[in-house]
């Protein structure tokens, strides 16, 4: 198992408008940085893959740090996890296409 973090910063544009007053990340942005994320570790490129599952847990905030954790199976699935602190935020997993 492989783990990786980063951090959205505190002043994230999307806060001021997703939701005023209760800042949180979309969804999409949040799986979009820990594809890139993991790019950058696998020195990969998942820009073109099928998302086989995506489940949010519960939601990221401007200044998160989120933790990731993520494994490739034998058939090249690569399943991940990310958490911030004890509250895990998003599971999911990829086939990267040929």
Request: proline share 7%; charged share 15%.
């Amino acid at each position: 198992m492989s783990k990786l973090t980063f951090q959205f910063p505190a002043n994230h544009p999307t806060g001021a408008g997703h939701f005023p007053g209760n800042p949180i990340i979309p969804g999409a942005l949040l799986l979009a940085e820990v594809l890139r994320c993991i790019e950058r570790a696998e020195g990969a490129c998942y820009a073109s893959c099928n998302v086989k599952t995506a489940k949010f847990l519960h939601p990221a905030r401007p200044g998160d740090v989120v933790e990731i954790e993520y494994t490739r199976s034998a058939t090249g699935t690569l399943e991940f996890q990310c958490a911030v602190g004890a509250s895990k935020v998003l599971a999911g997993g990829i086939v990267a296409n040929a």
